[in-house]
Nanobody
C-alpha cells in the first residue's frame, strides 16, 4: 500500500487549499482515511476522518465547519478541502489509512501513512 499526498502550499489567511491523498496497492472499502497534521515542536494531531465506503465523517473541533473530508472512490483518492484557513493551521499534513470501520483520532491506530505535504498560512 502506498499513499501519495499532494496539494499543500502557501496561502493567505482566509484562503483555501485542497489536499489529495492517492492510494495504490489495494482498495480501501471498510477502512478509514484520516488526515493528521504536525506543526514544529508539536505532536501529530488528528484533523479529520472518513469511513471509506460509508462516508461517515469526524472532525477535530478546531477545523469543524471549515474543513471537509471526502472520498473519490473512482480515483481511490481521499480529499481534504480546507477553507477559511488560519495561521494556526500551518503544519505538515499527512494522510493515513486505518484497517477498521471505526474512526480513531490516535495516530498509533493507523496502519499506512503517506508522506507529508506542507501547508503554510500567512497572516
Amino acid at each position: 500500500v502506498q499513499l501519495q499526498a499532494s496539494g499543500g502550499g502557501l496561502v493567505q489567511a482566509g484562503g483555501s487549499l485542497r489536499l489529495s491523498c492517492a492510494g495504490s496497492g489495494r482498495t480501501f472499502n471498510n477502512h478509514v482515511m484520516g488526515w493528521f497534521r504536525q506543526a514544529p515542536g508539536k505532536e501529530r494531531e488528528f484533523v479529520a476522518g472518513i469511513i471509506w465506503n460509508f462516508g461517515s465523517t469526524y472532525y477535530a473541533n478546531s477545523v469543524k465547519g471549515r474543513f471537509t473530508i471526502s472520498i473519490d472512490n473512482a480515483k481511490n483518492t481521499g480529499n481534504l478541502q480546507m477553507n477559511n484557513l488560519k495561521p494556526e493551521d500551518t503544519a505538515v499534513y499527512h494522510c493515513a489509512i486505518r484497517a477498521s470501520r471505526v474512526i480513531n483520532t490516535a495516530p498509533s491506530e493507523y496502519d499506512y501513512w503517506g508522506q507529508g505535504t506542507q501547508v503554510t498560512v500567512s497572516s
